[in-house]
């Protein structure tokens, strides 16, 4: 059986457990489970593990006393069920953050909490596309005082760190730096999360920009419209491929490197629809 380290879904631990109580107890079922955790059901593992049902919070202490976790296991498995199952970010960053550093004491892959970091981060996706520019230097102390707003040099330093480990950049011995394509590693499980800051943060920033920066230096553009439901996928579309212009549009032009741009296009309800 796997360490609980190595998993980033208690549904998915709780499959492998099952498969390995079965091997050393062919007798074993979903009904015994059942059984010791005084549910009626006999499927309630099952449908935990297909996702059809999720562990409540009387549920928890039963479950736990059965998988016989430790305490410090114990804590990692209700991290897992809060990336998954609560509907507050907040805790569920806060969890993931405890994950991360769990795995990395206990050997686990580290490139997974790093992927995490680096899109819950906005200055880290800043950092990696000013390394492009070619006055740019891995000095923590010129890297702050760059972006805007400004960071701390701890958090400029966490961010070097982040696109070494995910192989996004290489320091050179002149303190410059080669980019790369890196590569990422974010389990299903917090995705979700990691984007949902990332757009958190950008979103924050944005709406400082309003004020911080004059017009000739920023632009935002609205529409208030009224539409079908039915018009929302060709509106995504449309965006996208804006999207995918605009980077074409900034590719083709990045000979004269000199500025870091946050592009946002953004469309959102202001109003519940007819049948709600």
């Excluded at 010791?36 to 562990?55: A, V, Y």
């Excluded at 992927?115 to 981060?121: A, D, I, Q």
């Excluded at 880290?124 to 702050?144: G, M, S």
Aim: glycine content about 4%; proline content about 4%.
């Amino acid at each position: 059986m796997e360490s609980i380290y190595r998993y980033l879904s208690y549904r998915r631990f709780l499959e492998d457990w099952f498969e390995e109580k079965k091997k050393q107890n062919p007798r074993f079922s979903h009904r015994a489970f059942s059984k010791r955790c005084q549910q009626k059901s006999p499927s309630f593992l099952k449908d935990i593990i297909s996702g059809r049902r999720n562990i409540t919070a009387q549920q928890e202490d039963a479950v736990i006393r059965i998988l016989g976790l430790s305490a410090e296991e114990k804590h990692y498995f209700l991290d897992l069920l809060t990336i998954e199952q609560s509907k507050d970010p907040t805790q569920q960053d806060r969890a993931f953050e405890r994950i991360a550093a769990a795995r990395r004491y206990h050997g686990s892959r580290k490139l997974e909490g790093e992927s995490y970091r680096y899109l819950s981060r906005w200055y880290c996706p800043a950092i990696r596309e000013l390394a492009n520019r070619d006055d740019f230097r891995a000095d923590p102390d010129w890297i702050k005082n760059q972006l805007r707003p400004k960071i701390t040099k701890t958090q400029a330093e966490e961010a070097l760190q982040i696109l070494k480990d995910l192989g996004m950049i290489r320091i050179l011995k002149d303190n410059t730096v080669e980019t790369m394509e890196g590569s990422f590693a974010t389990a299903k499980q917090v995705e979700g999360l990691a984007v949902h800051n990332y757009h958190q943060e950008m979103l924050s920033l944005a709406k400082e920009g309003v004020s911080r920066f004059s017009p000739e230096l920023r632009h935002f553009l609205a529409l208030t419209v009224g539409i079908p439901r039915s018009l929302l996928p060709e509106l995504k579309k449309e965006l996208n491929d804006m999207a995918t212009r605009l980077f074409d549009l900034c590719e083709e032009n990045n000979n004269d490197f000199e500025q870091v741009l946050q592009v946002q296009l953004h469309f959102f309800p202001l109003s519940n629809t007819k049948d709600t």
